[in-house]
């Protein structure tokens, strides 16, 4: 049985699940910023994971990147699993811009989050949960 770690639950909103993954919106405006977390009990490292896990993973990470450029135009995507205050696997994918507040060091301790505001969180998560299901994926295993 898999459970999300209560910091994932806290600073997010779920999007849809995938093959393999949950995808979560980071409570975060500042950036357009999604997280996988593959759906494995105890899994800490990437390297855990299954051999048929892997690919998949990356095939997920991948798609989720082309979500985040089609729907916001980034200058560049960062991807990352530090895991350092969360450790349950989880993957980072961020949209930036050279003009966020970050640019170009790394997202963390850039400054404080600015939560979406409750509508605007329900507009962005209702944007995003389209543009994976127009790309024909999403229907998930629920």
Not at 14 to 34: G, K
Not at 112 to 133: G, H, M, N, W
């Given at each position: 049985?898999?459970?999300?770690?209560?910091?994932?639950?806290?600073?997010?909103?779920?999007?849809?699940?995938?093959?393999?993954?949950?995808?979560?919106?980071?409570?975060?405006?500042?950036?357009?910023?999604?997280?996988?977390?593959?759906?494995?009990?105890?899994?800490r490292e990437?390297?855990?994971?299954?051999?048929?896990?892997?690919?998949?993973?990356?095939?997920?990470?991948?798609?989720?990147?082309?979500?985040?450029?089609?729907?916001?135009?980034?200058?560049?995507?960062?991807?990352?699993?530090?895991?350092?205050?969360?450790?349950?696997?989880?993957?980072?994918?961020?949209?930036?811009?050279?003009?966020?507040?970050?640019?170009?060091?790394?997202?963390?301790?850039?400054?404080?989050?600015?939560?979406?505001?409750?509508?605007?969180?329900?507009?962005?998560?209702?944007?995003?949960?389209?543009?994976?299901?127009?790309?024909?994926?999403g229907h998930?295993?629920?």
């Amino acid at each position: 049985m898999f459970t999300l770690h209560n910091k994932l639950q806290t600073d997010t909103r779920e999007i849809i699940s995938l093959t393999l993954s949950r995808v979560l919106l980071m409570n975060d405006s500042s950036f357009p910023w999604l997280i996988l977390v593959p759906e494995r009990e105890g899994m800490r490292e990437m390297y855990e994971l299954s051999i048929g896990d892997r690919p998949v993973l990356m095939e997920e990470i991948t798609f989720v990147s082309e979500i985040i450029q089609q729907l916001y135009s980034p200058d560049k995507i960062n991807i990352g699993a530090l895991g350092n205050l969360v450790p349950q696997l989880h993957i980072h994918v961020i949209g930036r811009f050279t003009t966020d507040r970050a640019w170009p060091g790394p997202v963390w301790g850039s400054g404080p989050v600015t939560p979406y505001a409750a509508e605007e969180l329900d507009a962005v998560s209702c944007r995003i949960t389209k543009a994976f299901q127009q790309k024909g994926r999403g229907h998930g295993r629920r």
